[in-house]
């Protein structure tokens, strides 16, 4: 069963769809985790526990490198998933900018 170009283009979009969607509730989770590390450090500010604060502090470098590795991975994802939905616009014969733009 061959598939129809408009189901390939919907297909598609739907994965491309998911991986922003995907980058979002990342991004919102680990600016949750963050708040809540932030305040838990200022709270170990005031209670004078040097190791622990040095600890949550390299912790939080290290999440936010992870944070930063993790957005240029998926962004790499949504920019493959974006040029393919253009090139199938290109083969659909649909009209630049029709649907999506590359800039």
């Given at each position: ?6 189901d ?15 980058y979002?509730?990342?991004?919102n ?11 838990g450090c200022?709270?170990?500010?005031d ?7 040095v ?5 939080g ?7 930063f590795?993790?957005?240029r991975?998926t ?6 998933w974006?040029?393919?939905i253009?090139k199938l ?9 029709d649907?999506c733009?590359?800039?």
């Amino acid at each position: 069963m061959a598939t129809q170009p408009s189901d390939l283009y919907k297909l598609l979009f739907e994965t491309w769809r998911s991986q922003v969607d995907s980058y979002w509730q990342r991004s919102n989770y680990f600016a949750a985790f963050e708040t809540v590390a932030v305040a838990g450090c200022w709270h170990l500010l005031d209670t004078k526990h040097f190791w622990t604060e040095v600890g949550l502090s390299i912790l939080g470098i290290a999440l936010t490198i992870t944070w930063f590795l993790n957005n240029r991975k998926t962004n790499s994802y949504v920019h493959h998933w974006w040029s393919a939905i253009i090139k199938l616009e290109e083969q659909m014969g649909l009209k630049p900018n029709d649907f999506c733009d590359s800039n």
